[in-house]
């Protein structure tokens, strides 16, 4: 009794919408335990995509796509993705890796598969071509922590079947339950592409990617963690536009100490508004009296008064710092979404960085997930994801990697080339003798370009050899 006791339903509160383990969910949740007999049993908590915070506001996927700080990083990290070509390589006997389509030594049925499969990966379905479909299943992976692709093949029940067509599923209307044997099942809460919801997908049928893999068998969604952040920085928006909408904008008040009767108010109040409007009234206005004042009764005195501002209540501040925490969250440099002022000759080593941090680990998931779906039994074939663009920099930097290669002697000429995508010359495939020093390029290094620490070397006068 005292493990069924974990799984004991507890009251919840109406603003909660979905309770797992004390903490608000944000997609669903499946808890899981065994009954008498020793069969697993499982208990759906609410299917749901929302988030309440601790203020009472009620956060959902459609307030975050309506966010732009969120999009912004979650479309800075789909288009990322989404433009990377796609191929299937071999393993070869001496651990190097070849492409499975155009190289010799790859054997027929290792060839034909991969040709099935890249042939899959870049016609994913009739009306998705390779750059909307990953765009897509990126968004979906962001905002939902954790995508689920369908893959359509011509017998449903032949998992090794190659699918002929791949599509990405509504994240917040499947739910993951696990069988007696330890195999997925995805039960969709409606009809989605001609499957019922009465019916589970097997777990051959759709491929499940975790942004934060927890629970086992959910991924955990950063909206649970934005969605104080978000909604935060929805109301500063809301608040701007009420202010800047709806907001008084007075450029200044008549002000005295006396004090002035009922009738005569209304008649004092009605003289300075017609004498005003005949001052400043465009229509009315006298070109020929520039300069012209108005007298004033009852003691009074004119005092300016500047528009209220964001910057007056320090909502600018707490704004941008809001949108950087988002950014965070989300692994995505601010100044990458136009946040923050930089340097361009730092712009190279800002994007290196989210590649190899952020992007990298998500492709590697990826990668392993197509070839536990697509290439099961064929433990030579990989699908890889090309990330060479993301990392060649400038032209000149191009040059100089492939320039300082060839002259250590690492890569031969027309490795070099084929790296710019350049073609091959004839005697290219020879490695040079290696060079003891290799200069870069006039023109491209960090200190002809202001970085770096040239203009600290020559301000100590410190000589380089």
């Not at 759906?44 to 601790?54: D, E, I, K, P």
């Not at 629970?215 to 909604?231: R, T």
């Not at 009922?262 to 004092?268: H, N, P």
């Not at 006039?442 to 620490?453: K, M």
Request: hydrophobic share 35%; aromatic share 8%; net charge neutral.
């Amino acid at each position: 009794m005292a493990i069924l006791d974990v799984f004991k339903r507890k009251k919840v509160d109406q603003n909660e919408s979905n309770s797992a383990l004390g903490q608000l969910q944000l997609g669903n949740q499946v808890l899981y335990g065994t009954s008498n007999g020793g069969q697993t049993s499982q208990q759906l908590l609410y299917v749901t995509t929302s988030s309440t915070t601790v203020a009472g506001r009620v956060l959902d996927i459609s307030a975050l796509t309506r966010n732009s700080t969120v999009m912004a990083c979650v479309g800075a990290k789909a288009r990322a993705l989404a433009q990377c070509s796609l191929s299937v390589m071999s393993k070869s006997d001496d651990g190097t890796f070849v492409d499975a389509l155009r190289d010799p030594s790859v054997g027929t049925r290792d060839k034909s598969k991969a040709k099935q499969v890249l042939n899959l990966l870049q016609n994913p379905n009739n009306f998705q071509n390779q750059y909307e479909f990953w765009y897509q299943w990126c968004m979906w992976q962001d905002l939902a922590g954790e995508s689920f692709t369908l893959w359509w093949r011509k017998d449903q029940k032949d998992p090794n079947l190659t699918p002929i067509e791949m599509y990405n599923l509504d994240s917040t209307l499947i739910s993951v339950i696990l069988t007696p044997t330890r195999y997925p099942q995805y039960r969709l809460s409606t009809p989605s592409y001609g499957f019922s919801k009465d019916e589970p997908l097997d777990y051959h049928q759709v491929m499940h990617v975790k942004e934060a893999a927890w629970q086992g068998s959910s991924g955990f969604n950063k909206g649970i963690l934005a969605s104080e952040l978000v909604a935060l920085d929805q109301d500063i928006d809301i608040y701007a536009n009420f202010i800047m909408q709806n907001g008084a904008k007075p450029s200044g008040m008549f002000t005295t100490d006396q004090v002035i009767p009922d009738a005569k108010f209304k008649e004092v109040a009605s003289r300075i508004k017609e004498t005003w409007n005949a001052m400043t009234s465009s229509r009315n206005t006298d070109p020929s009296k520039a300069g012209q004042g108005m007298l004033l009764d009852q003691g009074m005195t004119y005092t300016p008064i500047d528009m209220l501002t964001l910057q007056d209540a320090e909502a600018a501040a707490l704004k941008v710092q809001t949108m950087k925490r988002i950014c965070g969250l989300f692994s995505v440099p601010p100044t990458m979404i136009g946040i923050d002022d930089q340097k361009y000759n730092n712009t190279q080593t800002m994007l290196d960085e989210f590649y190899k941090t952020t992007m990298y680990p998500m492709i590697i998931n990826i990668e392993q997930k197509l070839k536990q779906h697509l290439l099961k039994g064929y433990p030579n074939l990989c699908v890889r994801f090309d990330t060479k663009d993301f990392l060649k920099g400038a032209a000149l930097d191009q040059m100089n990697f492939v320039s300082a290669g060839v002259k250590a002697g690492i890569m031969t000429p027309n490795e070099a080339r084929e790296y710019l995508s350049m073609k091959n010359i004839t005697g290219g495939d020879e490695i040079a003798a290696s060079s003891s020093k290799s200069e870069p390029i006039p023109g491209s290094s960090p200190q002809d370009t202001g970085g770096g620490g040239g203009a600290q070397v020559r301000r100590m006068n410190i000589g380089t050899t």
